[in-house]
């Protein structure tokens, strides 16, 4: 009986139950974060309903997650103190202490602008005019927002998706042997495009992508215009658990109905 009723319970309702359980938090304290009741609490962790959208936005806010992680699956014991984890990494290396409004703004080159760009990088009438987006952090160097195209930075569904928005950082050419590794947007004189950097000589740059389905690829120095680190990305999806922690959310699922059986 107590599976059968373990199993009927929403994901939002669970991952209320979970959250609270591994930060300490009694219903009655989280009812008091979000003006509720804590019966609603408890209505809520036990599938008799679901909160408002409004109530669902506060959670998903206070928390720091997606309202779609919240509702779509479970949250994992990893996956909450991962989070939480690189909130407070963000926080010091931005410095945002409890200022979080700081905004630094960047022009976007969407896929349409990407022969524009090529051509009229230099002109100051051109980059005014771009469309500019928001990243909420404390920028030291000037950042560029360019639109990912293609699929070849998703590997078993992980990774930089076609349509996602790529932060960047301007990288001189000197500084090649310090970023090998990471993924570079790069304007050449043949267009833009998106990559690993695998290594480096005199002449070449060797470049990857994720999905190993697709050749390794030289591009030659002399035709780089600008080399733009990728330090962010926005992304409309949600990349799905890997490997290992579907695995350690299986092995919680197995737990979970061990501790159900009456």
Not at 102 to 114: G, H, N, R, V, Y
Not at 152 to 164: A, N, P, S
Request: hydrophobic letters at 40%; charged letters at 20%; one cysteine or more.
């Amino acid at each position: 009986m107590a599976q059968n009723f373990s199993k009927n319970l929403s994901y939002i309702g669970r991952n209320i139950k979970k959250i609270r359980q591994i930060k300490k938090i009694s219903q009655a304290e989280f009812a008091s974060l979000f003006d509720l009741s804590r019966p609603s609490i408890g209505a809520y962790e036990e599938g008799r309903s679901e909160p408002k959208i409004e109530t669902l936005i506060l959670i998903a806010t206070y928390f720091k997650l997606s309202i779609d992680l919240l509702l779509t699956r479970e949250l994992s014991i990893s996956e909450i103190f991962s989070l939480e984890s690189i909130k407070k990494k963000l926080n010091k290396a931005h410095n945002l202490g409890q200022d979080s409004t700081i905004i630094t703004t960047a022009p976007l080159i969407s896929q349409d602008q990407f022969l524009n760009y090529v051509v009229h990088h230099k002109n100051n009438d051109f980059m005014e005019k771009l469309p500019k987006i928001g990243i909420p952090m404390k920028a030291h160097s000037y950042l560029i927002c360019f639109e990912m195209v293609g699929s070849e930075m998703v590997f078993q569904q992980q990774g930089i998706h076609h349509g996602d928005l790529l932060i960047g950082k301007l990288v001189p050419q000197t500084d090649l042997q310090k970023i090998i590794g990471q993924v570079l947007c790069l304007v050449t004189t043949s267009g833009i495009f998106t990559k690993r950097l695998d290594s480096v000589n005199p002449k070449h740059l060797h470049l990857k992508s994720d999905d190993p389905s697709y050749p390794m690829q030289d591009l030659l120095l002399e035709s780089i215009i600008q080399i733009w680190e990728i330090i962010g990305v926005f992304s409309k999806k949600i990349n799905p658990p890997t490997y290992l922690e579907g695995r350690i959310l299986r092995l919680e699922q197995a737990i979970d109905k061990l501790s159900s059986q009456p």
